[in-house]
C-alpha cells in the first residue's frame, strides 16, 4: 500500500523540470530575444520580454527556471 511518502515522492518527480522541457524554454527565449533584439529594443526590456514568452509557452518548474537563469543571462550579455 502506497505511504504519504511515495505520494510526496510521486508528486515532487512531476513537478521536475525535464532536459527537454529546458530545451524548449531556452529555445523559445533565445528566439524571442533575438525578434526583440532585431527590432530595436535594448538588450535588457528583450530579456524580460523573452522570459515571459518563454514561461507563457513551456511548462517549466521554478526550480528549472532557476538552472536556466545564470546560463540564459550569460548568452544573453555575448548577444550585445
Known sequence: MPT???FENELRASF???SVEKAR???????S?????RIGRQL???FGIAWE???EEVSIS???????FEELIRWAKNRR
Open 62 to 68: 521554478e526550480e528549472g527556471q532557476s538552472e536556466l
Open 4 to 6: 504519504l511518502l511515495d
Open 44 to 46: 535588457e526590456e528583450a
Open 16 to 18: 521536475r523540470t525535464t
Open 33 to 37: 530575444v533575438r525578434e526583440s533584439l
Open 53 to 55: 514568452r518563454a514561461a
Open 25 to 31: 524554454f531556452r529555445s523559445e527565449f533565445q528566439r
